[in-house]
């Protein structure tokens, strides 16, 4: 069973700067399944990113996705007030048994 | 434009069985698997299983024993069964739906249902 670790837990940071949020997989994964969200309190989670680098449709280009093998980021450029939240990694197993896993989460605060 | 409602039982006691249903509207009902995720207040995302038009069904190896996810596809409806429930299963459930058979991500989501279990 894959395990998703994402860090740091809580991120404080100003509108304006730079946020770099990490997922590692506790084993080598294919980057076509890896995908990240973001939920603010009461919502859904919201697809940002889909296979590591690719923005949803909608998704502001000040998010971005990188990474390969266990560790993998997602980038937003600038925050935006709007940006703050808690953002979710998310991997997907095709074989048979399909099946998805999280990681816990990593809350976006201002600081 | 896909849409995802649910509905269910609110609150129940401990062993008994938790029941909630996903109507699907717009888009095509079948190609694709129907998930069902949980989240515990506070906490992050579980997935919990899926499920297609033809009733094929994938669980959480940690759920499996007490889960039941089933498909109408008469009414375009999917339900999830959790069974035996304790105060752990205290969560909002949601369902969701890939984009495409396979895509690995959820890109459509209904809006949640709490469901709390107490004595």
């Known amino acids: 069973e894959i395990v998703l670790t994402q860090s740091p837990g809580t991120l404080s940071l100003s509108p304006g700067e730079r946020a770099t949020l990490s997922c590692r997989a506790s084993?080598?994964?294919?980057?076509?399944?890896l995908a990240w969200y973001q939920q603010k309190p009461g919502q859904a989670p919201r697809l940002l990113i889909y296979r590591t680098s690719n923005r949803a449709t909608g998704i502001p280009d000040r998010f971005s996705g990188s990474g390969s093998g266990t560790d993998f980021t997602l980038t937003i450029s600038k925050l935006e007030p709007e940006d703050f939240a808690v953002y979710y990694c998310q991997h997907y197993v095709s074989s048979p048994p399909a099946s998805y896993t999280f990681g816990q989460g990593t809350r976006l605060e201002i600081k | 434009q896909v849409q995802l409602h649910q509905w269910g039982a609110g609150l129940l006691k401990p062993s008994e069985t938790l029941s909630l249903t996903c109507a699907v509207y717009g888009g095509s009902f079948t190609g694709y698997f129907w998930s069902w995720i949980r989240q515990p207040p506070g906490k992050g995302l579980e997935w919990i299983g899926e499920i297609n038009h033809s009733g094929s069904t994938n669980y959480n190896p940690s759920l499996k024993s007490r889960v039941t996810i089933s498909v109408d596809t008469s009414k375009n409806q999917f339900s999830l069964k959790l069974s035996s429930v304790t105060a752990a299963d205290t969560a909002v459930y949601y369902c969701?739906?890939?984009?495409?058979?396979?895509?690995?991500?959820?890109?459509?989501w209904g809006q949640g249902t709490l469901a709390t279990v107490s004595s």
């Open positions: 969701a739906r890939e984009p495409y058979d396979s895509s690995g991500y959820l890109y459509y």
């Open positions: 084993q080598n994964i294919s980057s076509t399944f």
